[in-house]
């Protein structure tokens, strides 16, 4: 397979094994607890404030393997500025040219002195790798990745993929029109490109379907409105007739649904024609004309038979006469849409929602996604409790997407988003994400409903889980050492609540953790050392066992018990 090779890949292959575990430290005054659901009732979502690669190796412990859909859109390396805490460069909100001094000081560090001679590709190379080196550990087998980019670095970020998740993990690129230039050019640059890799392309379903499109959400409701108001059917079809010609520009995909009867809103489809070779050949009797109906090209798709009961369920539509081919009528409600290669949507629709959301800032964000581009990826990936995970949260668009679907489906996606700035994560990802929550005025001064749901929101600890020594942290609670106690043991993220010495089982064996006087004072030593009497109370479990304690003074009877011991911290290298 071709290889990419840049200044500085050396340096950052294996990197993401060297950064420390820190801790996510939980700051309640920036968190919303879900909102209609009682008292600090957790969502299950989190921002977490603080460079992606530090925040990764965090979560890793709690999250690996257990995300469904990851979507990012990184700096895609314009070469743009950011803007100085006042507000008032030139450049965006957030750097563009892998230059902000976070980034800065930790290329400094992992690739030396070289960084210094390092251009504005092989930064960004670096910056990459590690980052989505981590993000390929956290997707379930079936799980997805879809990165945002644009002609700058698309070559570079499709050959990344190619390396970490590998080419036959490939699912496809989207190429979304997402603008209009005018401006004299050789070629008009109109587009960018989402790219989209699976974990492991064998394990994903064969056929992806949206069930939940907002505009077929809204043709349902006005189809059963119409449905209700006239039960003459002439009338009923008159009424839906003048609303379809009114809002037939805002209806992509549907925009050929212009049919209703007591079913619904529907259209016709050809499917009852053979495509390609020769189908089936037989007369359908037109039953205004009684003549016999025109025949497809290549034929039907479908035996007479079957054709008979359709026409007997209602389910075929004929035109004014014979001519007219026949079709096969399909209601909105079972619409299944196609994630297509080729999608178009406005690209400053993503700067009007953020600047309704924000009516006090004029700028609030530089060009932030559109939720609907990424309802529409989320819609075909993800459904009932999966988790979406976002690493270059920006504005919050993703988290924003989520509760927008998981409001119109009914459904519990979670997200997980990571701001490296500050003054974004506080000021804008976790302040829209409240207001799209619990309801805002917009800038025309109109009142949103919430969409419901919460977040909480953490930063990062400033010191590591293990200290420089290699010993645990004085402050790490047993529920923080045993998330990564587990992540160590399995591979996998914990998801316990980290209140029993018994963490849970994996594969066949019970995984114990002794730390932090779990055991209160029926053990020695706070219950941190194993020893006879301290085995005897932990809770049972057939089977062999793994338990992780500071020392093992049980002698040749942890043997005859089936426990393998793993002293604290020493077996905890990850
Ligand atoms: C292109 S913007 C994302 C915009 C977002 N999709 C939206 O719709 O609002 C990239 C974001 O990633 C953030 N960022 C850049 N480097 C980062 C890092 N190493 N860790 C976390 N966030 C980072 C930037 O501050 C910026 O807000």
Redesign the pocket.
């Known amino acids: 397979m071709p290889t990419l090779n840049w200044i500085g890949k050396e340096a950052v292959v294996k990197h993401h094994k060297d950064v420390p575990f820190r801790l996510l430290e939980p700051v309640a005054e920036l968190s919303c607890d879900k909102v209609g659901a009682g008292d600090k009732a957790s969502s299950g979502n989190l921002i977490v404030q ?4 530090h ?1 990764l190796k965090a979560l890793l412990p709690r999250y690996a393997g257990q995300v469904k859909c990851i979507y990012i ?4 390396n314009t070469g743009q500025d950011d803007r100085g805490a006042d507000g008032l460069r030139t450049g965006w ?4 040219r892998v230059e ?1 001094p ?2 800065r000081e930790w290329l400094g560090k992992v690739v030396g002195i070289e960084a210094e001679d390092l251009c504005r590709h092989d930064k960004w190379l670096c ?1 990459m790798y590690p ?1 989505l080196r981590l993000l390929k550990d956290f997707l379930r087998d079936d799980g997805v990745i879809f990165a ?1 980019i644009d002609d700058i670095e698309v070559a570079s970020l499709r050959m990344r993929f190619d390396e970490i998740f590998g080419v036959t993990n490939r699912i496809g690129v989207i190429v979304w029109k997402n603008a209009t230039d005018n401006n004299p050019t050789q070629i008009a640059s109109e587009h960018e490109y989402v790219l989209c890799y699976a974990k492991d392309k064998r394990k994903i379903a064969s056929e992806w379907k949206a069930s939940s499109l907002e505009v077929k959400t809204r043709l349902l409701e006005v189809g059963e409105k119409f449905v209700k108001q006239h039960l003459d059917q002439v009338k009923r079809q008159a009424a839906y007739t003048k609303w379809y010609r009114e809002n037939k520009p805002q209806l992509w995909p549907f925009e050929d649904y212009k049919f209703i009867d007591s079913g619904g809103v529907y259209t016709g489809m050809r499917s009852v024609h053979n495509p390609g070779k020769e189908g089936y050949r037989y007369d359908i009797i037109h039953p205004v004309t009684k003549r016999p109906c025109q025949q497809p090209l290549m034929g039907y798709r479908f035996p007479e038979e079957s054709m008979q009961r359709l026409i007997q369920e209602g389910r075929i539509i004929f035109g004014e006469d014979e001519t007219k081919l026949v079709e096969l009528k399909v209601y909105a409600k079972d619409y299944r849409a196609k994630l297509s290669s080729l999608f178009e949507l406005d690209g400053r629709i ?1 700067t009007n929602e ?1 600047k309704a959301i924000f009516p006090e800032d004029k700028r609030p ?1 530089d ?3 559109p939720t609907e581009l990424i309802e529409e990826l989320l819609s075909f990936t993800t459904g009932a409790n999966d988790l979406i995970l ?9 988290a924003n997407a989520v509760l927008k679907l998981n409001h119109a489906d009914g459904q519990d996606r979670r997200f997980i988003l ?4 500050d003054a ?1 994560a506080s000021g804008v990802t976790a302040q829209r994400v409240q207001r799209v929550a619990s309801g805002y005025t917009n800038s025309k001064g109109e009142k949103v409903i919430g969409l419901g749901g919460g977040f909480q929101f953490c930063r990062l600890s400033a010191e590591p889980l293990f200290t420089a020594e290699g010993q645990i942290r004085a402050d790490v609670t047993f529920a923080q050492l045993a998330e990564f106690v587990w992540f160590a043991e399995t591979g996998s993220g914990y998801t316990g609540q980290g209140d029993s010495p018994l963490l849970g089982a994996h594969e066949g064996r019970g995984i114990y953790l002794l730390y932090n006087g779990i055991l209160k004072d029926k053990s020695i030593a706070g219950g941190n050392v194993l020893t006879g009497p301290v085995f005897d109370v932990l809770p049972k479990f057939a089977g062999p066992k793994v338990i992780y304690a500071a020392a093992n003074r049980m002698g040749g009877r942890a043997a005859r018990e089936g426990i393998t011991f793993k002293q604290t911290p020493y077996a905890l290298e990850v």
Request: charged share 25%; glycine share 12%.
């Open positions: 603080g460079d992606n690669l925040a859109d990184p700096p895609y909100i957030y750097n563009d902000s976070e980034i910056m980052r945002s993503g953020i964000f060009f932030p996604k976002d690493s270059f949260g920006g504005s919050g668009t993703t990571v701001e490296m700035k974004i």
